[in-house]
C-alpha cells in the first residue's frame, strides 16, 4: 500500500518525461522597488532647485545583476535606493547608463549583496495582438498585484522624456495609477516595461525597443535609435499623386521636407515619394506590414536601427524609381532651438536689470501639467509648433523672458512675462551667447548708453539704461537671495 502511494505521489508531481514538475515563478525575486530623491530646477527661477521629492518606481533584475527601468525612473534624481520585496532593507544604487530619447534606463546596487536573494527575469519576445498579459504593481513591501491586459493596438507615441517617436504597446487594463516602471510578463517572461497610461490603457514599452536597448554599449560607444531627418506625409489624394508623378505607384508617402541635419540632404527633395524601406513597402498611409502586429507605423523599422546603420530607400521623383541609402543619425531631441530636455543640469540663464531670460524648453512648458499643449502660453507654444525647425547650426535656441524682478531700476516693465526675444540692440538673438554679446554693445544715445530688447511677434520694446546697472544688479542679489553671481549679467 505505501509502495502504490508512493508510486501515485511521484507520479503527481512528474511530468509525462519524468522530470519534476519547475517551481512556480515567484515575481518579487525578480522585481525590485526603487526610492527615488528627485529635484528639479525652478522654472520661473532657473538659478534655484525645488524641494526634493521622494518618488518610487519599479525595476526588475537582469542576468548580469544591473535593474532596467524607465528613463523617468532617474530623471532628476539626487538620489535612489533599491529595495527587495520582504525586505526592510535599503541600499543605494547608482545610474549606470540611461537614454532619455526612449525613456530606459539602468542602475545597478552600490553593494552587490542586495542582489543574493533576488533572481534574473527572463526575456521573452514581442507581444501578440488581443494576446494577454500581466502587469505588476507593488501592493505593499512584500508583494506585488497581478493585474490582467490584453494588447488592443501598437501606435508610434512621442517618449514621456524626449521628443523621438517610438513603437509603444496600447495595454488595456481596468486600474489605474500604473505606468511607473512596472513590468509586463507573458508565460513568466518579460515581455514590456510600461512609461504611462490614458485612462484605461497602459503604454509599455516593448521588446523590440528593451531587447535593442539591452544589446547597445552603454558607454561612450552607445549608438542609440536613429531619425530619418526627413518629413513625411500620407499621399491620400489622387490629384496630389498625379501631380509629383506618383498617379500610377501603389502606395507611398511623400516628402514634405528634409532637415538641415539629415543624412538624406541632397539626395532627398520635397514631393519625393517614398515607396520602400530596407525593401518594406510602405502604403500610401505611411504603415508597413509587421508579422504580428499587422499593420504598424514605418517608423517601426526605424526603431529596429542603430545610429550608424545603412538605411535604403526606394523613392519616386516625378514618374522615375531611384534608390537611395545613407548612414543614419542617432535622434537628439535638443538638436531643435526648442530644447526638449535637460534633466539633473543648470537650466541656462540670464539676469539682465531684473529681466529673467531663458532658453524655452518643452519642460517649462509642461508646468502647465497634462494639458499643457493647450494652456501654455500661446506665443511660447506657437514656437514650439511652428517655428522649432532644426537649423544647421546645433547651438541654435529660442531665448524668451520669464519674469522681471521688480526694482526700481526696471520700473514700467515688472508685469512683462513669457516674451519671445527677436533683438537686442538690433542684433538678432539665437541664444544666450548672442544675448551677452549684444548686452555688451549698447545703443548711444546723448551720450548715455541703453539697452534695447525687442520681443516677437508683436515688436513689443524695453529700454532701459546701463547707468547704474552694477549696483542695482547687486542690490537685487541680495533682495532676491540669489546667491549665484554668474546668473547676472556683467558680474563675475
Not at 488595456?172 to 518579460?190: A, D, I, R, T, Y
Not at 531627418?229 to 489624394?237: I, M, R, T, W, Y
Not at 550608424?308 to 522615375?320: A, I, P
Request: charged share 20%; proline share 5%; aromatic share 10%.
Amino acid at each position: 500500500m505505501r509502495l502504490w502511494l508512493g508510486i501515485c505521489l511521484l507520479l503527481f508531481v512528474c511530468g509525462e518525461s519524468g522530470a519534476f514538475a519547475a517551481a512556480p515563478i515567484r515575481y518579487e525575486d525578480q522585481v525590485v522597488r526603487l526610492h527615488v530623491s528627485k529635484r528639479e530646477v525652478d522654472p520661473s527661477s532657473p538659478w534655484q532647485s525645488e524641494d526634493t521629492v521622494q518618488q518610487e518606481f519599479l525595476g526588475v533584475v537582469l542576468p548580469n545583476g544591473e535593474i532596467l527601468t524607465t528613463a523617468n525612473t532617474v530623471a532628476n534624481a539626487i538620489f535612489i535606493e533599491m529595495q527587495r520585496f520582504g525586505s526592510t532593507e535599503r541600499g543605494e544604487a547608482a545610474l549606470v547608463f540611461v537614454d532619455y530619447e526612449v525613456n530606459l534606463a539602468l542602475v545597478k546596487p552600490v553593494a552587490t549583496a542586495q542582489l543574493l536573494a533576488t533572481k534574473a527575469v527572463t526575456l521573452g519576445e514581442d507581444v501578440g495582438m488581443d494576446e494577454s498579459v500581466e502587469i505588476f504593481k507593488g501592493r505593499d513591501a512584500y508583494q506585488l498585484s497581478r493585474l490582467p491586459a490584453s494588447l488592443q493596438d501598437v501606435a508610434v507615441i512621442g517618449a514621456a522624456t524626449s521628443a523621438y517617436g517610438l513603437i509603444s504597446y496600447a495595454l488595456k487594463v481596468q486600474q489605474n495609477g500604473l505606468g511607473w516602471s512596472e513590468p509586463v510578463f507573458l508565460h513568466g517572461k518579460l515581455v514590456g516595461l510600461t512609461t504611462g497610461q490614458d485612462q484605461n490603457f497602459v503604454q509599455a514599452a516593448p521588446m523590440l525597443l528593451i531587447r535593442h536597448f539591452l544589446s547597445d554599449h552603454h558607454d561612450q560607444s552607445y549608438r542609440g535609435f536613429p531619425a530619418m531627418g526627413v518629413q513625411l506625409e500620407p499621399l491620400l489624394s489622387p490629384d496630389t499623386r498625379r501631380l509629383i508623378g506618383a498617379g500610377s505607384a501603389s502606395g507611398g508617402v511623400r516628402v514634405a521636407e528634409v532637415f538641415a541635419n539629415s543624412p538624406f540632404l541632397g539626395k532627398l527633395q520635397t514631393n519625393d515619394v517614398v515607396l520602400a524601406v530596407d525593401g518594406v513597402a510602405v502604403s500610401e498611409q505611411g504603415f508597413v506590414t509587421h508579422p504580428t502586429w499587422g499593420k504598424v507605423h514605418l517608423k517601426y523599422l526605424l526603431n529596429r536601427h542603430f545610429g550608424g546603420d545603412e538605411l535604403v530607400l526606394k523613392g519616386l521623383r516625378q514618374g522615375r524609381e531611384f534608390t537611395v541609402q545613407a548612414p543614419l543619425q542617432r535622434f537628439d531631441s535638443n538638436r531643435a532651438p526648442v530644447v526638449t530636455y535637460s534633466y539633473g543640469e543648470p537650466q541656462p540663464h540670464l539676469i539682465f536689470a531684473g529681466l529673467v531670460f531663458r532658453e524655452l524648453s518643452q519642460d517649462y512648458l509642461k508646468q502647465w501639467g497634462k494639458d499643457w499643449r493647450d494652456i501654455a502660453p500661446s506665443d511660447l507654444l506657437f514656437t514650439l509648433n511652428f517655428a522649432n525647425k532644426v537649423t544647421a547650426q546645433a547651438n541654435t535656441r529660442r531665448i524668451f523672458l520669464v519674469r522681471v524682478l521688480a526694482d526700481p531700476f526696471n520700473r514700467g516693465y515688472t508685469e512683462l512675462r513669457h516674451k519671445l526675444v527677436a533683438t537686442v540692440n538690433g542684433r538678432p538673438i539665437a541664444g544666450l551667447s548672442d544675448l551677452r554679446a549684444a548686452l555688451a554693445r549698447p545703443v548711444r544715445m546723448n551720450g548715455k548708453d541703453y539697452a534695447r530688447i525687442q520681443f516677437a511677434p508683436v515688436g513689443e520694446e524695453v529700454i532701459l539704461g546701463m547707468d547704474g546697472l552694477a549696483e542695482a544688479q547687486a542690490r537685487m542679489a541680495r533682495t532676491y537671495e540669489i546667491k549665484t553671481a554668474a546668473s547676472f549679467y556683467g558680474m563675475p
